[in-house]
């Protein structure tokens, strides 16, 4: 240890009752203010915090390290919660490993502030609005560069399963595999596979439902509410449990049968409306645009192929999103919970309906919206390659197509 710098003074009237008024001693880190503070593991003396965080990096970290410890042992989680937090740290000392072995100075200099990173490791809720300007400058440049991405394990959906080519429900709709994981009254319950909760009760008949012949234009209004949720999970990684009302919001946002009540026509109308919702401005920031409804898309083709089984528990799963959004709602909100809950009566009428029709219409379906996207896909090259073409420069007669980065 250095020695002690000291200085001694006959101030009485406004010196720290901690600390005898006949000797003061200097900071062993900054060496300019009066040290009023010993560290209980090397009894350094220091005089503020920013100068405890430098004077030694061991002692800070196993201080934070005791700290988080104690925590997590008053903490009370089930099993599925631990190993999902250790696979987290574990897959975030990985990546520090590997930061510091490579010891490479990259362009992304987003990193938040340790003081917010240790409100988020001790669990607090950060709201943006609770952020400096410097801060969520920093927050948005570290979301830009990838910074917090990287540290989120993509979510694999579960139409995509091997298990959802296997979903056998009964006759009414009700569920023959009784779940696994999770209480009853769960709202997130799900089977041991990961495919949602399927109706517990029968289904009602549509007779039962209205006295009125379904619409023909149900199935294209299936593709909007397929589109929507898809949307949904994926922009949410999977987790919509966390913010009920955000996502349901986001699914009447995306779709205009259940956000607007509209009643489009066809199928070019359905998509054309559910990508530019994907490709605006208010998702853009969330890894929205043309290529991510492409494969939207392909996520509903991929659904519909699938069967009734699979359309019924998505259709359950979402109405548990709606319900869960219209539970969160505040008083304030009355017009947002009214939309709720007719959507949640559409997306159930529409569980009866799909759960009476037959493979045929799934397979006509499906084919129907794999040629629109291949029209959406050809256009839109041709777009691209006619813009190219206006941009160009005649020389001589001929066209100079420029190059698109």
């Known amino acids: 240890m250095t020695p002690e710098k000291t200085i001694l ?22 060496n300019k203010q009066l040290a009023q503070y010993t560290c209980p593991r090397c009894n350094s003396r220091y005089c503020s915090l920013p100068c405890y965080k430098s004077h030694s990096v061991q002692c800070t970290e196993s201080f ?22 250790l696979e987290i740290l574990k897959r975030f000392h990985q990546e520090e490993e590997e930061e510091e072995d490579d010891d490479v100075i990259t362009d992304c200099e987003g990193s938040l502030p340790k003081e917010t990173i240790e409100k988020i490791l001790a669990g607090d809720e950060i709201s ?10 920093g927050f948005q440049r570290a979301l830009a560069c990838g910074e917090i991405s990287k540290m989120i394990e993509p979510w694999d959906p579960w139409w995509l399963s091997y298990s959802a080519q296997r979903i056998n429900l009964g006759a009414q709709g009700k569920q023959l595999v009784q779940c696994l994981e999770g209480d009853d009254d769960d709202k997130g319950a799900t089977f041991v596979s990961g495919i949602p909760k399927g109706p517990d009760a029968s289904l ?6 209205s006295s009125k012949k379904a619409s023909p234009l149900l199935p294209i209004h299936l593709v909007d509410v397929l589109y929507s949720y898809c949307f949904t999970l994926r922009i949410y990684n999977g987790e919509w449990e966390s913010d009920s009302l955000g996502a349901g919001t986001m699914v009447l946002s995306v779709s205009s049968v259940l956000g607007e009540n509209a009643q489009p026509g066809s199928l070019k109308e359905v998509l054309s409306f559910c990508l530019e919702q994907t490709c605006s401005s208010d998702y853009k920031s969330l890894g929205g645009g043309l290529k ?5 898309v392909d996520d509903v083709i991929h659904l519909l192929s699938l069967g009734s089984g699979a359309l019924v528990c998505l259709l359950c799963d979402l109405q548990r999103v709606i319900v869960g959004g219209i539970q969160e709602v505040r008083s304030s909100g009355r017009e947002l919970k009214k939309k709720l809950k007719l959507a949640d009566r ?5 569980m009866c309906w799909v759960n009476e029709q037959t493979p045929e219409v799934w397979r006509a379906l499906e084919a129907s919206v794999r040629a629109e996207k291949s ?21 001589k007669g001929g066209v100079v197509i420029q190059e698109i980065e």
Do not use: A
């Open 9 to 30: 003074t006959s101030e009485t009237p406004n010196s720290s009752p901690l600390i005898p008024s006949s000797t003061r001693t200097i900071c062993h880190v900054c």
């Open 64 to 85: 934070m390290r005791e700290n988080v410890v104690d925590e997590l042992r008053q903490v009370r989680s089930d099993d599925q919660t631990r190993t999902k937090m």
């Open 128 to 137: 943006f609005d609770d952020l400096s300007l410097e801060e969520r400058k």
């Open 204 to 209: 009602v008949s549509l007779s039962k439902l």
């Open 292 to 296: 991510f409804g492409l494969s939207l």
């Open 346 to 350: 559409k997306v159930f009428f529409m």
């Open 375 to 395: 029209l959406i896909v050809e256009l839109n090259e041709y777009k691209g390659f006619r813009d190219v073409k206006e941009k160009g420069h005649t020389r």
